[in-house]
């Protein structure tokens, strides 16, 4: 589905990503776990297609075709999602109204008519109830006033009506109490499937209790450091980042 | 220093035209009429050594004098039934070239207690109800297109509305320009007295017939008497060649209410004044703003209000959205009068740029001269929110949806607070559709 291979990327002139090398095979899931400023967020956005982030090495290949030369809407019509670790609040712009283009933009792409206003709403309620958010949050300005938790919902809502091949999800975790994380985890999971890949970026374990990913990475200096079953977020949480670059006979899991 | 524009054809004209004028021989309107020349003549069209004026050049106005248009123009009803607001039910009179035209008028089942008329046909016929607002509402020293259009006083429309009554749907005045060929000049006035207590909306719409090079100069005076509540909707959406200037002068009596929206969505020079005068104890008014702005065109509004009393309220906001190599001009002076305490104002001033080539001067001025109020003002000028850009792409739309949802946005909420709805809808789907026609969005 995704495979990375050496990439490097510099944000501002400044390498961030160094040599990172990632497979996320169809209906995988897998967590990557890392410092602060490693680089996680990096790669999110790279993947997705953001300005300013300049690939120097490496490939990004998704579905067997190179992402890089993508534009971030062919991206996110061929099927990528990202789940922003900081949503942006779009004031004006109703969800209904973007998810509305935007889940008609993605059908036009496969070839199939869109949806009329009724379709489209009957699908909106459906999706709505998977992350238990209330009716009014489709008429609300995309994020505008929400609350952290809520935007965190409301993420995960958009993917559950995209419904894309490979979706990351950046700290979706970060700033849901402990109910929402369950609503948000089951969300997730109903949406795991055979054709889709899920790669969650995540500093808790707590959410790979709920969402029990295939493989862990450790992301640290622009590159995966360490990978393994979902042993190693128990190891990570009760040791921390500092023994993962200490020694390679350390290593625990599957490489 | 430069001298103002030689306006010594418009003031030939005049002369030529006067004896022709609707009422011609009424002492108090040929007095009227002959102040205005006297002023034209004197102070000449402004250019930009006037501080009013300094943003905006009418050398492309000036640059070929435009003849006075002839009533009996010939408007296609087909034009004007397709210019119509879809769903809007309103008592509609129809100007053409600002003649006044009853046969493409709509004012069945008027309501008791309200005139509707051309102000042509009211000088003639009851001059007397006329001479009381005339000139009125329009302060000391209207610049030089004003005086133009007094000189020329003539038609337009007449909207009183007696006390107490409360107007059941809205009065649209729509001015088609350009229908007598290119050059012409239209010079409509328009009377709008709302009695103690009355309520009603007024809606003037500018429109061109064919896009021929013409100039509208449009005045419109407004009193609002004590408890009375009127909404101002003037929506210009003349052709790319026209040019457009406009003035709405208003008096907003005791615990009277005045709301106006003025939307600019076309035109290649447009002037819009308003002056409100809060006369009284209590009034309120708020205006609100949209303008337009692409190709080359040139949108100035100037805004003018007047705290004469204690208590007063004004909420002014306008916003303006610009590409290509546009330009626009916002100066809202606020000027509260020695005595005019607990005065409670607000004004903003948004801009979004949506090209590097596209320019705005906005200028704020408060003039205070009661020490007990509340004034607030604030204007930005920016762009598009890359970040809100990219999160639109990636969620499936392109450059051009995502630009457009953003700019659409933008002017939304001007718009939001329009009543009625089915002017507010059509206003969305024409700058919807203006948006669409724009290469700008697609950079
Ligand atoms: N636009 C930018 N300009 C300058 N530096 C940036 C920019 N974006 C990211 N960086 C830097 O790149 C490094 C990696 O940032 P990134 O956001 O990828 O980290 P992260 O692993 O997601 O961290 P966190 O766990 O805190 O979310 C950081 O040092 C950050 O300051
Ligand atoms: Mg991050």
């Known amino acids: 589905m995704l495979s990375i291979k050496g990439l490097h990327a510099k944000v501002d002139d400044r390498p961030i990503l160094r040599g990172l090398d990632l497979e996320v095979g169809p209906g995988e899931v897998h967590a990557i776990m890392g410092p602060n400023g490693s680089g996680k967020s990096t790669l999110a956005n790279v993947i997705a297609g953001r300005d300013g982030y300049e690939v120097t ?121 402990i109910d929402a994380l369950k609503v948000v985890a089951g969300g997730v999971n109903a949406m795991r499937g055979s054709a889709r890949s899920i790669v969650l970026v995540t500093h808790y374990q707590r959410l790979l209790e709920h969402i029990v990913p295939d493989w862990v990475h450790v992301l640290a200096d622009g590159r995966i450091v360490r990978s393994g079953d979902k042993e190693l977020a128990v190891e990570l949480e009760q040791q921390g980042y500092g023994w993962v670059n200490s020694g390679a006979d350390q290593a625990v899991g599957v490489g | 220093m430069r001298t103002a524009h030689d306006a010594s054809t418009y003031v030939a004209a005049q002369r030529d035209a006067a004896a022709d004028l609707p009422a011609a021989g009424r002492r108090w309107l040929d007095q009227c009429r002959s102040a205005a020349l006297a002023q034209l003549e004197l102070t000449g069209l402004p250019d ?22 002839q009533a009996g123009s010939d408007c296609p009803r087909q034009f004007v039934v397709a210019s119509t607001i879809p769903n809007l039910d309103s008592y509609r009179l129809v100007f053409v070239d600002g003649f006044w035209s009853p046969a493409l008028s709509h004012l069945d089942d008027l309501p008791a207690g309200v005139t509707l008329a051309g102000l042509g046909q009211m000088l003639d016929n009851d001059p007397a109800r006329i001479e009381p607002w005339l000139g009125s509402a329009l302060g000391s020293e209207p610049h030089g297109f004003i005086a133009m259009n007094s000189s020329f006083v003539g038609d337009g429309a007449v909207v009183e509305i007696n006390a107490g009554v409360v107007l059941d749907k809205p009065v649209e005045l729509l001015f088609v320009s350009g229908c007598g060929g290119s050059g012409r000049l239209s010079l409509p006035r328009n009377l709008v007295v709302a009695h103690s207590g009355s309520q009603a909306t007024v809606i003037e719409r500018h429109v061109s017939l064919l896009e021929n090079r013409s100039l509208s100069n449009s005045v419109s005076e407004v009193i609002v008497e ?34 106006s929206t003025t939307v600019t969505l076309d035109g290649a020079l447009v002037r819009r004044d308003a002056l409100i005068n809060l006369d009284d104890e209590q ?24 705290h004469h009393a204690p208590n007063g309220v004004s909420r002014e906001h306008y916003k303006g959205v610009l590409g290509d190599r546009a330009r626009a001009v916002f100066h809202g002076r606020i000027v509260v009068q020695p005595g005019a305490q607990q005065t409670d104002s607000q004004q903003r001033n ?45 969620r499936g739309l392109d450059q051009v949806q995502a630009r457009r949802a953003l700019t659409r946005a933008f002017a939304a909420d001007v718009l939001e607070r329009m009543v009625p709805t089915a002017l507010r809808s059509y206003l969305e789907q024409q700058v919807n559709d203006r948006m669409q026609a724009v290469s700008e969005i697609e950079r």
């Open chain 1, 57 to 177: 090495g490496g490939s990004v290949r998704f579905l067997g075709r190179s992402l890089l030369s993508l534009t971030p809407e062919e991206r996110a019509r061929e099927g990528v999602f990202l789940a922003f670790q900081y949503p942006v609040e779009i004031p004006g712009v109703s969800n209904v109204a973007m998810l509305k283009e935007a889940v008609n933009a993605l059908r036009k792409h496969r070839g199939e008519p869109g949806l009329d206003a009724m379709d489209f709403l009957k699908l909106a309620r459906e999706r709505l109830k998977l992350v238990e958010m209330k009716e009014e949050f489709l008429y609300r300005s995309v994020n505008e006033g929400f609350s952290g938790g809520e935007k965190k919902r409301n993420e995960i809502f958009q993917l559950a009506m995209l419904e894309p091949r490979l979706a990351i999800l950046d700290e979706t975790d970060s700033g849901l109490d």
């Open chain 2, 350 to 394: 948004q801009n979004l740029l949506l090209s590097r080539d596209a320019e705005v001067d906005s200028k704020p001025q408060l003039e205070i001269y009661a020490d007990n109020v509340k004034c607030t003002h604030g204007a930005t000028v920016g762009q598009l929110d890359e970040g809100a850009i990219f999160y639109l792409r990636s």
């Open chain 2, 283 to 306: 009034a309120q008014a708020r205006l609100d703003g949209l303008y337009l702005a692409f190709g080359r065109s040139h949108v100035d509004n100037h805004t003018h209000v007047v």
């Open chain 2, 48 to 69: 930009q050594s006037n501080e009013d004026w300094k943003y905006t050049p009418i050398r492309p106005i000036t640059r070929e004098a435009f003849a006075p248009a």
């Open chain 2, 226 to 259: 004590s408890d009375a509540r009127l909404t101002h909707h003037a929506v210009q959406q003349e052709s790319p060649r026209s040019f457009h200037v406009g003035g709405l002068f208003v008096r907003v009596g005791r615990r009277a209410e005045f709301r």
